[in-house]
């Protein structure tokens, strides 16, 4: 079977089948990916925490039929101070959820990438959380060509996405 390797921030994981995760991941080289972390929520897995929203990993993924598999995982970064602060979290998480959102799966971000990776780098340190999200915000509709002068970015991005991402 055909393998790659990429580096990867995972945006968010979800159950899939009786021990697996759904990962859903943002990479430099495929853009938004899904792929399948086999045996994930057993406990004594090797992928568990290591594929959980925000980390930052080089991974190997072997293509599947349907979906590809994570064959090996080397964490770079796992963010613990954003799961620490509630405030981070919030918006580590919107951000997260933003760039799920505003981007199709397989489209090739390079640029967005590495404004992810600076922004979640940036709010581990002691950063006031509320103006990073709203720098982000900016950024994110420059990059995706519909940043608009006198628009308040909240509106932009919700017609970007369809949803209003704002609402938990």
């Known amino acids: ?11 968010k994981t ?15 080289e495929y853009g938004k990916i899904r792929v399948v972390a086999r045996s994930a929520r057993r406990v004594p897995s090797r992928l568990g925490g290591r594929v959980e929203a925000f980390t930052c ?20 970064e796992s963010f613990q101070r954003l799961r620490d ?9 919107y951000i997260l959820k933003l760039v799920d959102a505003g981007t199709a799966e397989g489209q090739h971000h390079p640029e967005l990438f590495d ?3 600076k ?6 340190q002691k950063v006031d959380p509320v103006k990073l999200e709203r720098r982000f915000e900016r950024a994110f ?3 995706e060509g519909i940043y608009r002068d006198g628009i308040e970015p909240k509106y932009a991005l919700s017609e970007h996405t369809g ?5 938990w």
Do not use: N
């Open 1 to 11: 079977m055909p393998a790659y390797k990429t580096r990867a921030i995972s945006l």
């Open 14 to 28: 979800r159950p899939f089948a009786e021990a697996d995760k759904l990962v859903t991941l943002f990479t430099r």
């Open 57 to 76: 990993a080089d991974l190997l993924i072997v293509k599947g039929r349907s979906l590809d598999i994570i064959s090996q995982c080397e964490v770079l």
């Open 85 to 93: 602060d509630p405030a981070a979290l919030k918006v580590g998480l």
């Open 115 to 117: 404004l992810l990776l």
């Open 119 to 124: 922004a979640l780098l940036t709010l581990k």
């Open 141 to 143: 509709l420059r990059l």
């Open 163 to 167: 949803v209003d991402l704002r609402k």
